[in-house]
């Protein structure tokens, strides 16, 4: 499932083209993604404009000039493609739609401020993605977001709140790097890969990681998530970007899905253990 760093590489890919752009046309191919659309969800976007695109989270927000926000989650396959509709200028915004066309489920048609018409295409092959339409002044009270942890690129995320947000915890520390009241954003991939960093055991107890641990923890938790941005994202199975490329992070992983490879830290052997059902992979000699 595309984590934050693949979700905010779709964001800046959508953001020049939907700025600003009034929704002129929208066609659900199908009433339901993993949950039904929202009722009049065509009807409810055609004339407004976006005024802000941003993220929380795994999700995706457009603020709209009508005062509520269009949220899309991408599930694990869902991608958005832009096409233009029109003649453009030598440098303007141009991305092809290169997912399969029976997948394309929501098709907004958009005019952008300077005229131009644009087809931003919501494709899912597995329909796990979802969208909803909520007020956005009460956004942080919507179902999606209620108890939400800090944004971890945000001036609110420090060593200090991600220290009270772990006290107590009898978890394992992997368990709770992926509770999203914790920490937003932050999935298998890029806890795996935060906890290597700061050389602690996915095992480790959550409570116990405070003091200097916590301090190494949040550090990386915040690097590399920046560097997976600057990379474009993971590019695991199904994950594109709104250009329809492939994110680069995936060759910088260090123990991710490399069970059985050398450590690059320490020489040891890269293994994988079974959390809550989900594959974490660690250095028993980096991770203690």
Same mark, same amino acid.
């Given at each position: 499932?595309?984590?934050?760093?693949?979700?905010?590489?779709?964001?800046?890919?959508?953001?020049?083209?939907?700025?600003?752009?009034?929704?002129?046309?929208?066609?659900?191919?199908?009433?339901?993604?993993?949950?039904?659309?929202?009722?009049?969800?065509?009807?409810?976007?055609?004339?407004?404009?976006?005024?802000?695109?941003?993220?929380?989270?795994?999700?995706?927000? =457009?603020?709209? !000039?009508?005062?509520?926000?269009?949220? $899309?989650?991408? +599930?694990?396959? &869902? @991608?958005?493609?832009?096409? /233009?509709?029109?003649?453009?200028?030598?440098?303007?915004?141009?991305?092809?739609?290169?997912?399969?066309?029976?997948?394309?489920?929501?098709?907004?048609?958009?005019?952008?401020?300077?005229?131009?018409?644009?087809?931003?295409?919501?494709?899912?092959?597995?329909?796990?993605?979802?969208?909803?339409?909520?007020?956005?002044?009460?956004?942080?009270?919507?179902?999606?977001?209620?108890?939400?942890?800090?944004?971890?690129?945000?001036?609110?995320?420090?060593?200090?709140?991600?220290?009270?947000?772990?006290?107590?915890?009898?978890?394992?520390?992997?368990?709770?790097?992926?509770?999203?009241?914790?920490?937003?954003?932050?999935?298998?991939?890029?806890?795996?890969?935060?906890?290597?960093? =700061?050389?602690? !055991?996915?095992?480790?107890?959550?409570? $116990?990681?405070? +003091?200097?641990? &916590? @301090?190494?923890?949040?550090? /990386?938790?915040?690097?590399?998530?920046?560097?997976?941005?600057?990379?474009?994202?993971?590019?695991?199975?199904?994950?594109?970007?709104?250009?329809?490329?492939?994110?680069?992070?995936?060759?910088?992983?260090?123990?991710?899905?490399?069970?059985?490879?050398?450590?690059?830290?320490?020489?040891?052997?890269?293994?994988?253990?079974?959390?809550?059902?989900?594959?974490?992979?660690?250095?028993?000699?980096?991770?203690?």
């Amino acid at each position: 499932m595309p984590e934050l760093p693949e979700v905010e590489t779709v964001r800046r890919g959508l953001e020049p083209v939907m700025l600003g752009s009034r929704f002129e046309h929208v066609e659900t191919r199908r009433r339901d993604l993993r949950f039904a659309l929202p009722r009049r969800f065509a009807t409810r976007l055609v004339g407004c404009e976006v005024a802000a695109l941003h993220r929380r989270g795994k999700y995706l927000i =457009a603020a709209l !000039s009508s005062g509520e926000a269009l949220i $899309s989650h991408l +599930g694990m396959s &869902g @991608r958005f493609t832009a096409e /233009a509709r029109s003649s453009i200028r030598p440098g303007s915004f141009f991305h092809a739609n290169a997912g399969d066309p029976r997948h394309d489920h929501v098709v907004f048609d958009l005019k952008t401020p300077d005229g131009r018409d644009v087809r931003v295409t919501y494709n899912d092959p597995r329909r796990f993605g979802f969208m909803d339409l909520v007020d956005h002044a009460r956004l942080e009270e919507s179902r999606h977001f209620k108890g939400m942890g800090p944004e971890p690129l945000s001036n609110e995320f420090t060593a200090e709140t991600l220290n009270a947000a772990l006290a107590g915890k009898s978890t394992s520390i992997k368990a709770a790097l992926l509770d999203q009241r914790v920490v937003a954003g932050v999935g298998n991939i890029y806890a795996c890969e935060a906890l290597f960093r =700061a050389r602690i !055991s996915p095992r480790r107890r959550a409570a $116990s990681v405070a +003091g200097a641990r &916590g @301090r190494r923890l949040h550090t /990386a938790i915040v690097d590399v998530l920046r560097d997976a941005i600057e990379a474009g994202g993971s590019s695991l199975r199904d994950f594109a970007d709104a250009e329809g490329g492939l994110g680069y992070f995936q060759h910088r992983f260090e123990v991710y899905a490399r069970e059985g490879e050398d450590c690059g830290t320490c020489g040891g052997t890269i293994r994988r253990l079974v959390q809550a059902g989900r594959s974490t992979f660690y250095c028993s000699g980096c991770q203690r």
